[in-house]
């Protein structure tokens, strides 16, 4: 290969290729020796003598520039040919260490691929899980929410049924087992009211908290959807594709934040804390529904204890109406049977009249007898008699007549003592029966609102 041959080959080549190929810039062989050689510069000497021209050299030189130069090709041909079979060599093993590390690189990217989208498919199902759930506690919160504006009927029931036991009378405002009761239901009734208000909180809060962690595995899953397009992206890019381009000291760039073991945790972290949110919001869930149950349970015993009391209140008192009727009737007729004894009495107390007059009459009559015959007679004793037993019997008659007097006046006041108390039973009654227990006939609940009212007892 000559001097120009190299100078086309080098043009030929890629800058890689040149640089490790030898520069050959003289072409005088001496600089292809050893340096210590020097086989000097031919010049021409003319001899004025001989008029002619004659080289210096001998044939001795003339044969070892000649092998000069045969050792010189073959040995640039030797170092030219190892060059050339390193050069391919090299092309081989780059070329081959090239498609290997991109194969490595493309599977690695599939793998990536595989591990975002198992992670993001935990996601999604993790998401799913806590979405039904967030729904099911909404619900339960709205279920809880009618069962506790459900109880205002109730409490207005037995604070009315105070209010109107209220207006009772006399003996009859006593702190019986109706008031107890009632006052006990709407203890009760309150009580259960707080409960249900304390765990409305507690369901809002857990609401809260199941958003937050809904929406970091959202975002963890949006971050994952964004990264797998990517990577899919990359792991379908070849030698080939449209769109690739040089990006220099790309490689340098590290704008990485966390490593495969602190990706891996964050969402595994993620996923734990909404395992934890949702299990937390399923116990919540279950305390809701006992706690309905429990306020279902205690305020359907305490309606039917309220009840039960009143209807024996209303019996008790029925029974005393009853019983003071009773004692009326026998009041009334013993008023009438003494107004008639009095009438008698003084009928009898009149009928004596007659008589004292006939025996007084008689002995004033006997007084003006003269002489002798003024005479204490057997009949004069008799008339004195007569007017001391006619006296005797007016006396007792007359305190007869004021005892029956005061008697019938006792009578009819307790004809209305006991008109009064029969009013007052009646105020009661109607107060009871028609007032109270009307408002208390049915369970005071909306059972399309809060279908946990409708239970019976013994149904759960």
């Known amino acids: 290969m000559t001097y ?83 050069a391919w060599r090299a092309i081989k093993e780059t070329d081959a260490r090239t498609r290997n590390r991109q194969n490595d690189v493309t599977k690695r990217l599939g793998e990536r691929v595989y591990d975002i989208a198992y992670m993001k498919g935990e996601l999604n199902t993790e998401i799913n899980q806590m979405a039904t759930e967030i729904e099911n506690l909404k619900e339960y919160r709205r279920t809880l929410e009618k069962a506790l504006g459900d109880t205002a009927n109730p409490l207005h029931v037995a604070e009315e049924c105070l209010m109107h036991r209220e207006k009772r009378r006399g003996i009859d405002l006593v702190n019986d087992d109706v008031e107890k009761s ?108 006992a706690l309905m149950r429990a306020c279902a349970s205690e305020m359907w015993n305490i309606y039917n204890n309220v009840n039960t009391c009143f209807n024996t209140r209303i019996h008790e008192t029925t029974n005393a109406r009853n019983t003071l009727q009773a004692h009326l009737q026998r009041t009334v007729q013993e008023i009438f049977d003494m107004e008639r004894n009095i009438q008698q009495l ?65 009578l009819l006041k307790t004809k209305a003592v006991l008109e009064h108390d029969i009013g007052v039973k009646e105020n009661s009654l109607k107060l009871d029966s028609q007032n109270c227990m009307g408002m208390r006939k049915g369970f005071p609940m909306d059972p399309k609102v809060g279908p946990v009212f409708q239970m019976v007892p013994g149904s759960y």
């Open 346 to 410: 003084r009928k009898a107390i009149q009928d004596k009249e007659n008589p004292m007059k006939v025996a007084q009459t008689r002995l004033d009559e006997r007084t003006r007898r003269i002489n002798v015959e003024v005479c204490h007679d057997p009949v004069m004793k008799s008339l004195k008699n007569e007017v001391g037993e006619i006296r005797d019997s007016i006396t007792m008659l007359k305190r007869s007549l004021k005892a029956s007097e005061l008697s019938l006046a006792r």
């Open 182 to 289: 009632l006052i006990k239901e709407v203890e009760i009734i309150k009580k259960c009211q707080n409960k249900m208000r304390q765990c409305l909180q507690k369901a809002m809060a857990q609401l809260k908290v199941d958003r937050a962690a809904q929406h970091a595995l959202e975002v963890d899953s949006k971050d994952k959807h964004h990264a797998q397009g990517l990577d899919d992206r990359m792991q379908q890019l070849r030698n080939s594709s449209g769109g690739i381009g040089y990006f220099p000291s790309i490689e340098n760039v590290d704008n990485t934040i966390t490593i495969p073991e602190s990706w891996g945790r964050y969402t595994q972290e993620n996923i734990a804390r909404s395992q934890k949110e949702r299990a937390a919001s399923e116990r919540l869930r279950g305390e809701i529904d």
């Open 4 to 86: 120009y041959d190299t100078l086309s080959a080098r043009g030929s080549m890629t800058p890689e290729m040149s640089k490790m190929l030898p520069m050959v810039s003289d072409r005088t062989p001496a600089r292809h020796l050893n340096r210590s050689l020097d086989l000097g510069q031919s010049k021409a000497y003319y001899n004025p003598a001989s008029k002619s021209v004659y080289n210096r050299y001998s044939v001795g030189d003339w044969g070892f520039s000649n092998n000069t130069h045969f050792n010189l090709s073959e040995k640039e041909r030797a170092h030219g040919e190892r060059l050339r079979a390193d």
